[in-house]
């Protein structure tokens, strides 16, 4: 027989870490040479896992069952199988419960478990199970952790690019015109600011048309009063 008692640190919310140690998915994608297999009806599933012991690497093919309690944070895991030449049965029970750390925002995870074989391969199987245990608890911790970190870390990266889409697209088009917009105004007041000053600009060549005419009209004034003058200096 062979037992099983780890305590896991993680820097992460118990809730963080419960959301991924309850996903039977994201569990054996933790487990190196694992592989999630069909689901059944009464809510149980097919799994494999590759163990290498030394040099020779057994393939186990398991019925798995899992009992879980969301308020408590806690699980049940009960498992059945063989190895692929059918020489070595086994079955296995653990149960693990995730608490909050020591510190905020950090979790401990507890496992205990026991793993009975029996056939031709199973005292070769516990003689190494103590080095296998222990190299696989420490990968699958460190996969946890990076797992655990990348969920909490895609609420940010999804909502960062749209609010510097929103700031981006319209103080450009106003600065470009010579308006300075206001960040704390809606966006509507820099479609109005741009309409009022398109205005202006459509109504300035009229304005200078109408200077230039009165600026002009004192010229022939002038040039017309001169003929005159000229005209009646010849009379």
Do not use: Y
């Not at 694992?34 to 398991?62: C, P, Q, T, Y």
């Not at 699980?75 to 070595?88: E, F, I, K, S, V």
Request: proline share 6%.
């Amino acid at each position: 027989m062979i037992s099983i008692t780890e305590e896991i640190a993680v820097p992460s919310p118990p809730e963080r870490v419960w959301e991924i140690i309850s996903d039977p998915s994201a569990v054996v994608s933790c487990i190196g040479g694992a592989e999630l297999g069909d689901s059944h009806d009464d809510g149980s599933f097919d799994g494999n896992l590759a163990i290498r012991f030394g040099g020779l690497r057994v393939k186990f093919a398991a019925r798995v069952s899992l009992d879980l309690d969301e308020s408590a944070r806690e699980g049940r895991l009960a498992a059945r199988g063989a190895d692929g030449q059918g020489a070595t049965r086994f079955s296995a029970g653990a149960t693990f419960r995730v608490v909050e750390g020591d510190t905020p925002d950090t979790s401990r995870v507890f496992c205990d478990g026991e793993i009975k074989l029996n056939g031709k391969l199973a005292k070769l199987i516990e003689s190494g199970a103590g080095m296998v245990v222990s190299r696989m608890t420490k990968e699958f911790t460190d996969q946890l952790i990076r797992k655990c970190a990348a969920t909490s870390a895609e609420p940010i990266a999804a909502a960062s690019p749209e609010p510097v889409a929103a700031v981006s697209a319209e103080p450009d088009t106003a600065v470009s015109h010579g308006v300075r917009p206001d960040p704390s105004r809606p966006a509507g007041l820099f479609a109005r600011l741009r309409a009022w000053w398109a205005r202006r600009r459509s109504e300035r060549p009229g304005q200078q048309t109408r200077q230039t005419q009165e600026t002009r009209a004192p010229s022939r004034s002038r040039s017309t009063s001169g003929e005159a003058l000229d005209q009646g200096g010849r009379r």
